[in-house]
């Protein structure tokens, strides 16, 4: 059993900041890659960071130079700093996990977590 539990959502004004995280626990035996992606009303769920364990690093266009993804492997644990936020990037965001579990290795997604942002 695996289990990701995400936190740090909420409502914020547009050029406000949040900070995401997301804890991965369970039947682990290694994380390959961990990211972020979000889905607004209507919309279809996007691609928005993304972070190897060798630590390189992905983001779409649309947060480039205003979210930054990390990870603390000895936490098992991502995190996404978002900065400088609009009301585009209101949606939920979903934590994905690319890890080992006891019978192979497959993909993880979290709850997810509303992030709203006010004009």
């Known amino acids: 059993q695996v289990q990701l539990v995400e936190s740090g959502g909420g409502l914020v004004q547009a050029g406000g900041s949040l900070r995401l995280s997301c804890a991965a626990s369970?039947?682990?035996?290694?994380?390959?890659?961990m990211g972020w992606y979000r889905q607004a009303p209507g919309k279809q769920r996007e691609l928005v960071a993304t972070?190897?364990?060798?630590?390189?690093?992905n983001y779409a266009d649309a947060v480039k130079g205003r979210f930054t993804i990390s990870r603390d492997n000895a936490k098992n644990t991502v995190y996404l700093q978002m900065n400088s936020l609009k009301p585009e990037d209101t949606g939920v965001y979903y934590c994905?996990?690319?890890?080992?579990?006891?019978?192979?290795?497959?993909?993880?997604w979290g709850q997810g977590t509303q992030v709203t942002v006010s004009s």
């Open positions: 972070i190897t364990s060798d630590g390189s690093k």
């Open positions: 994905n996990v690319n890890l080992r579990d006891l019978i192979t290795q497959r993909y993880y």
């Open positions: 369970g039947s682990i035996f290694g994380i390959v890659t």
